[in-house]
């Protein structure tokens, strides 16, 4: 039985506790090991023993099949444990099985699932083999081929290169994204379970491994396929639905994938402000020189806005799944950038210690590069654009330019239960259902105690701008809005999603537990501070705002604290 309730399931801090230390020079799952497997470019050995013995592989297994995947905003808690010391052992360990596994539980039969869900279970690896060097994000032109023979119900036989794919080497089984029809169309592609064990070795070839600047130790490699025959049962869904199945099913990991990699950003800014803590300058603490403040609890504000609007996208999977299409691509557009911008602007005030790759900072300079792909790995962030442009003009017309759209309290109460996921009620499209925005015109005229006046005037400045954007998105023309659009339409997307990311954000702050720091309300005029409308970087925080976040940041390293939404126990 998993724990459904609260922002963090108990799992989460066993798994910390497994981990040990992060500061410990004999933990082998410690920064100091992780640095060496690094400059190594290998995975963490002792990092991957302990996961066996924990079991992780059931985090990305649905519960009627064994495992723990019950709540997506869960997964992200237990994976940051993972990706706020190695980023690479996140990915290389979990998070490729956990892409392959939602394109199962969204398609696959009884046969298939069960299959996928015992080599997870046992520790194997799955891996997703959708990539391309030559296609990049563009999955429907994907020349790789499965082929029918003459006889009906024969076999398939897979025709083509898979490349940059993660653990394609080492794992057991792989999803593979194949066209089966030479004719273009939303019905040119099947995704097919090929189960390594059982294929013939002569038909399959190596290709070299990729090296990376980042995530050294992922094992990204490519295999030559050369008309390897696989069952027709081997096909997910009915032949041809490939495309429509990735599209549904990696909303789930658009979504928590970068959620994830907060961890990323909270050991960074621990490790700032441990060093600027120690660090002497003009003859006191660097944290004492008001700039240097200034830009931690910018950052520390960042952290709190990204992981608030990972945590309503993860809980937009469960609550209002038929609108995730839009939510997971806002995700990832708008939390990868918050996260790569905060890690500049901590590696700024790091200066040159930002660079060494020895010392106490040393791991900073490895999660800066782990973090890069963020923006552009599994989708990149224009192509999130290009996803979610389309479908302003009926969000526009249904939704932001009619008041009465309300948005169930449990999309923004963090700790309150979740049903099950329902992988067969994601869509390709939400048909012009925005309860987040909705919810923002009664957000607006809600009643507000008078020392929160500030707040509600920020937030009927948005519902003025959510206006406006109905306006003009609401008269976009379809030729308007494909791939060659101009310029300013997709900046009608960044638009969107900075309003969406600030309504994410109060609502949170309106539905948290009175006891959590989430109600205070410093944090949430700090996000919206941080998120004002402008072409220029986001200017100080008022004085208030940033001496209460600075406290809290100071109090949470001092107690080894988590930086994020939780603020739980961590093993530094």
Not at 65 to 73: N, S
Not at 211 to 235: C, H, I, K, N, Y
């Amino acid at each position: 039985m998993t724990d459904t309730t609260g922002l963090a399931p108990k799992r989460a801090d066993e798994l910390e506790r497994l981990l040990g230390s992060l500061s410990d020079p004999a933990n082998p799952t410690g920064a100091t090991a992780i640095l060496a497997a690094d400059e190594r470019a290998e995975m963490l050995s002792a990092g991957e023993s302990l996961l066996d013995s924990y079991g992780l592989n059931a985090e990305f297994v649905p519960p009627w099949l064994g495992g723990r995947l019950e709540r997506a905003d869960h997964l992200a808690e237990v994976m940051r444990a993972l990706y706020r010391r190695d980023p690479a052992l996140g990915l290389g360990y979990g998070a490729s099985s956990l892409i392959a596994g939602v394109t199962l539980w969204t398609a696959g039969d009884e046969q298939q699932t069960g299959h996928a869900a015992r080599l997870l279970l046992d520790g194997r690896r799955i891996a997703i083999a959708f990539h391309e060097l030559a296609h990049g994000n563009d999955m429907a032109g994907t020349e790789f081929t499965a082929a029918a023979t003459a006889e009906a119900d024969g076999p398939l036989r897979l025709s083509g290169r898979k490349e940059v794919v993660t653990n394609i080497a080492r794992a057991d089984a792989m999803v593979v994204l194949a066209r089966t029809d030479p004719r273009s169309g939303p019905r040119s592609h099947s995704l097919v379970l090929v189960d390594r064990a059982n294929a013939d070795p002569a038909r399959l070839t190596d290709l070299p491994r990729f090296g990376t600047v980042g995530m050294r130790g992922v094992q990204l490699g490519g295999l030559r396929f050369d008309e390897l025959s696989v069952p027709a049962s081997a096909v997910l869904g009915p032949r041809g639905s490939g495309l429509e199945t990735a599209l549904k099913a990696l909303q789930i990991t658009r979504t928590v994938l970068p959620a994830m990699a907060s961890g990323i950003l909270d050991t960074g800014l621990r490790i700032s402000v441990d060093h600027l803590t120690r660090r002497r300058l003009y003859g006191g603490p660097a944290t004492a020189l008001p700039h240097v403040r200034s830009v931690l609890a910018g950052v520390f504000a960042d952290l709190l806005r990204a992981e608030a609007l990972g945590a309503v996208g993860a809980r937009a999977l469960h609550v209002v799944p038929g609108s995730s299409s839009v939510y997971a691509s806002a995700v990832k557009f708008e939390v990868s950038r918050l996260l790569l911008e905060a890690m500049d602007r901590l590696a700024e005030l790091l200066g040159a210690h930002f660079y060494l790759r020895e010392g106490p900072t040393a791991l900073f300079q490895k999660l800066l590069r782990d973090l890069a792909p963020v923006g552009f790995g599994h989708i990149a962030r224009a192509a999130c654009q290009m996803s979610l442009l389309p479908q302003l003009p009926l969000l526009a017309r249904r939704t932001w330019a009619r008041p009465g759209t309300e948005a169930p309290d449990d999309l923004f109460a963090l700790a309150e239960p979740l049903s099950p996921l329902r992988y067969d009620r994601l869509a390709l499209h939400a048909a012009g259902r925005d309860p987040v925005m909705g919810s923002l015109h009664a957000l607006a005229d809600a009643p507000w105690a008078p020392e929160h006046d500030d707040l509600r005037a920020m937030l009927r400045g948005d519902h003025a701008e959510l206006a406006e954007l109905a306006a003009v998105c609401g008269q976009l023309s379809p030729v308007e809005l494909g791939v060659d659009a101009r310029p300013e339409h997709y900046d009608l997307v960044t638009r969107y999603v900075r309003v969406l990311s600030r309504t994410a954000c109060a609502q949170v702050w309106r539905h948290a537990r009175p006891e959590s720091f989430l109600a205070d309300p410093a944090w949430l005029r700090a996000a919206l501070c941080r998120s004002a409308p402008g072409p220029h970087r986001p200017g100080p925080l008022p004085a208030q705002v940033e001496d209460t976040l600075f406290a809290e940041l100071l109090d949470r390293r001092d107690t080894g604290r988590s930086l994020g939404l939780t603020g739980r126990p961590l093993a530094v």
